[in-house]
C-alpha cells in the first residue's frame, strides 16, 4: 500500500511540475512537441491542452480510482512523450523511469 502510494505521488509530483512549467514558461516547453502536430495546431494552444491534462492525470494517480487505468494511461503518456522525442533523449531519457513507475503501479498488489 505504500509503495503505491509513494509511486503515486512521485507520478503527480513530475506530472504536475511539468503542467505548471509549461504555463508558466512555455517557451521552456513548446519544442518539445512534436512537429507533425505543431504542423496543424498552434504550439500555445497544443501546450496548455496537454497541460490541462497532464494536471487530470496527476489527480486521477492521486485519487487512486480506476488506478491500473490510470496507471496505463501515464505509462503510455510518458513512453510517448520519450517516442516523440527520441533526438531529445539526452534530457527525455528520465522519462524511462516514469514509464516503469507507472508500470509498477500497474503490476503492484494492493
Known amino acids: 500500500m505504500l509503495a503505491s502510494l509513494l509511486l ?8 504536475i511540475y511539468a503542467s505548471v512549467s509549461s504555463f508558466v514558461t512555455p517557451s521552456d516547453w513548446i ?6 502536430m505543431t504542423n ?11 497541460s490541462v491534462y497532464e494536471t487530470a492525470l496527476a489527480i486521477w494517480l492521486l ?8 496507471a ?3 505509462a503510455l503518456t510518458f513512453s510517448g512523450i520519450i517516442l516523440t522525442n527520441l533526438g ?3 534530457v527525455t ?3 524511462i523511469t516514469m514509464v516503469f513507475a507507472a508500470l ?3 503490476f503492484i498488489e494492493d
Not at 8 to 15: D, E, K, S, T, Y
Not at 31 to 36: D, E, I, S, T
Not at 40 to 50: N, T
Open 40 to 50: 496543424h495546431v498552434s504550439g500555445q494552444l497544443l501546450l496548455h491542452v496537454f
Open 8 to 15: 503515486r505521488i512521485g507520478l503527480a509530483a513530475v506530472l
Open 104 to 106: 509498477a503501479l500497474i
Open 63 to 70: 485519487s487512486g480510482i480506476y488506478l491500473k487505468y490510470a
Open 88 to 90: 531529445l533523449l539526452a
Open 72 to 74: 496505463v494511461i501515464a
Open 93 to 95: 531519457f528520465r522519462d
Open 31 to 36: 519544442g518539445y512537441l512534436p512537429h507533425f
